[in-house]
């Protein structure tokens, strides 16, 4: 008899998906966010095998959904779990309370995570640097903080940490009549004090590298997640920045020096943006969006083969808006256009067109009608329209470095790599 095959690879976890219809989000516009949050739950290493949605005015603060759509989730982790095939996660397309996550998990018995707990995980493996990871660490514990109630397990052994006191200062603060959630609060408190230090002096060593950087015009990719961003960069910098098919595969900010012709300037690529992005991260990730602050042309790229990306760019632009660029000056790049697919409306259809049944020149038209020149189309993967995309931030480039810098040349030989003057 042969011996039976056995995988030597880690079963990957299994989730069920979760969101409402609600009079403010209909059905097809839930199930573009669930497509989000699958893929969102792909990129963190979990597979689907079930999506729920329910029809309701808005969230039950008790559960979130109603009871009959609770027990219908809770019968098929339960036929999945007869059936050896167990459910080990559900995700929620909102952000849910510490109440609501308590007794969601008391129904389904199952692990709980909401969609910002995912993003939160998303951008822990994906940190790489001290910078990043001090960043997300912060941004979990300030999520954690007011759902301590529903954790299961102390925090002891997160009081510690090289170069902290949070561990030893937490010793002492024990009192004899003191709750354990008492207890994992003030070690939570005691790291994020630390770690906000130590965003402090990574801010102050970023806000000395980006004085250093000399009379260069300062351009900045940013967008929703996943549009080509890290491609476009390389393409234009001639770098070899990690990208991948992803969501959040940056989270660093990488800045080159790029010259045009004879203008040199420097090309930041950032964090992307995304729907519901956690109000953590947005604060914590100061001294990585600093980069776009300081920008004087931002380059937002959208991905145009996407069927929701007016949406997209409307959450780029609110989300802009928030960090107080909104009249930043900017350049709209429509990049994928390889992979833009439509239908052909049907002649005797008299609903508005939309951007699934206009064609891409149709569409190119309307854009570029809206926004003139400060529009392109092109495709980074396949290099089209490249050579005009380096024309058009030539002419803005240099007429922001003649507004900014009216008495300085563009020649600028000494700056290294990464504009630094030398």
Request: with cysteine; hydrophobic share 35%.
């Amino acid at each position: 008899m042969k011996p039976q095959n056995v995988s030597s690879e880690p079963r990957r976890e299994t989730a069920v998906l979760v969101a409402l219809i609600t009079k403010t989000q209909n059905e097809r516009k839930t199930n573009e966010y669930l497509d989000e949050l699958q893929f969102l739950a792909e990129t963190a290493g979990a597979i689907t095998v079930g999506r729920f949605t329910q029809r309701m005015d808005g969230p039950s603060s008790v559960t979130y959904l109603g009871k009959g759509k609770l027990d219908e989730i809770r019968a098929f982790i339960e036929q999945r779990a007869d059936a050896d095939e167990p459910v080990d996660i559900a995700i929620f397309d909102d952000e849910l309370s510490a109440k609501q996550l308590r007794n969601i998990e008391k129904e389904l018995r199952v692990r709980i995570l909401d969609r910002t707990s995912l993003i939160l995980d998303i951008f822990a493996m994906r940190a790489q640097t001290a910078s990043a990871k001090t960043q997300v660490e912060l941004a979990q514990n300030q999520y954690m903080l007011p759902r301590l109630q529903r954790m299961w397990t102390h925090l002891e052994r997160q009081g510690g940490g090289s170069g902290g006191g949070g561990g030893k200062g937490s010793v002492g603060l024990r009192g004899p009549g003191e709750t354990q959630l008492e207890m994992d609060r003030r070690i939570i408190l005691n790291r994020m004090a630390l770690l906000k230090r130590r965003l402090a002096e990574i801010d102050k060593q970023k806000t000395t590298q980006r004085q250093n950087r000399g009379r260069l015009i300062r351009v900045a990719l940013v967008g929703y997640t996943n549009v080509g961003k890290s491609t476009l960069l390389n393409l234009l910098s001639g770098s070899e920045v990690f990208a991948e098919n992803k969501l959040f595969a940056t989270l660093d900010t990488t800045v080159r020096k790029v010259i045009i012709q004879n203008l040199p300037f420097l090309l930041s690529d950032t964090v992307g943006f995304i729907r519901k992005l956690p109000t953590q991260l947005v604060s914590s990730f100061k001294s990585t969006l600093d980069e776009v602050r300081e920008a004087d042309l931002l380059l937002h790229v959208v991905d145009v083969s996407h069927p929701d990306f007016e949406d997209q760019i409307a959450v780029v632009d609110r989300t802009l808006a928030d960090l107080g660029c909104g009249e930043t000056p900017r350049v709209l790049v429509m990049n994928k256009m390889d992979a833009y697919t439509w239908v052909e409306k049907d002649p005797d259809d008299l609903t508005p067109p939309t951007s699934e049944n206009i064609s891409l020149d149709e569409l190119q038209r309307t854009w570029q009608a809206r926004h003139g020149n400060d529009c392109i189309f092109v495709s980074a993967r396949d290099r089209l329209h490249i050579d005009q995309l380096r024309a058009l931030m030539y002419s803005r480039i240099r007429q922001l470095h003649v507004q900014k810098y009216p008495y300085n040349d563009f020649l600028f030989a000494n700056y290294d790599e990464e504009g630094n003057s030398i």
